[in-house]
């Protein structure tokens, strides 16, 4: 078993429509977690960054952590065609040796106009 | 602010060469971590650094690859005698607390 599962979709969505994207987590020493975003042949862009659980937003993001059940969940409301990416959730403990980051495969989002 | 710079942007090594990507950090940041890109594989962990130190080489294969990150200048990650199987995107970011900001990588072909 992964340490993080993520589905690779496609997912294709109308624009406008409320994308919900989300992973799973096998270890509870996860403290942090993030969303990023990565466009064709660029580097990850972070788009969300979360402590322990809770709720986060920004703009037309939401990400939730609900560490209970081990689940992460990314929304974006009123999607754009411009949101067309390739979303990852990444994870890790706390300084020392678990700064690095353990990533979800990918979730590949299409927003059709 | 220039962000994280990588070069090359795109690297072809023949096999059995040696490939060198270098990184510069954002201005301040004083950690580096590189990261492996496969299709199939995701984003996979590699090296952690700080200036002259490395912190947690866990995910480096333990022949042929290297990194280091000197006092001046930019990290180096050195692949020495390049396989095929070594044909992936390279990424490296830097941070400062948490929130990595990512290069846009180098992509080696070996062929």
């Known amino acids: 078993q992964k340490e993080v599962e993520q589905d690779p979709g496609p997912l294709s969505v109308p624009e406008g429509a409320i994308v919900s994207l989300n992973c799973t987590y096998s270890?509870?020493?996860?403290?942090?977690f993030m969303w990023y975003r990565q466009y064709s042949r660029k580097g990850p862009e972070l788009l969300m960054y979360?402590?322990s659980s809770g709720n986060k937003e920004d703009g037309r993001f939401t990400a939730q952590v609900d560490k209970s059940s081990k689940y992460i969940s990314l929304f974006i409301r009123d999607s754009q065609p411009s949101d067309s990416a390739t979303y990852l959730c990444?994870?890790?403990?706390?300084?020392?040796?678990?700064?690095?980051?353990?990533w979800g495969l990918g979730t590949s989002l299409a927003v059709n106009p | 602010n220039a962000g994280v710079m990588q070069n090359p942007r795109h690297l072809v090594r023949r096999r059995g060469q040696e490939a060198r990507l270098r990184c510069s950090p954002m201005?301040?940041?004083?950690?580096v971590y590189w990261y492996r890109q496969l299709p199939e594989e995701g984003l996979k962990f590699m090296v952690y650094?700080?200036?002259?130190?490395?912190?947690?080489e866990s995910g480096m294969p333990k022949e042929r690859f290297s990194a280091e990150f000197p006092k001046e200048g930019p990290s180096i990650l050195r692949i020495q005698q390049v396989v095929r199987g070594d044909s992936a995107a390279y990424f490296c970011?830097?941070?400062?607390?948490?929130?990595?900001?990512f290069g846009s990588g180098t992509r080696l072909t070996v062929v």
């Open positions: 970011a830097s941070s400062q607390e948490y929130g990595y900001t």
């Open positions: 201005k301040g940041h004083s950690h």
């Open positions: 650094l700080q200036k002259e130190n490395i912190i947690d």
């Open positions: 270890n509870s020493a996860f403290q942090y």
């Open positions: 979360t402590y």
């Open positions: 990444a994870m890790s403990g706390n300084a020392g040796n678990n700064r690095k980051l353990i």
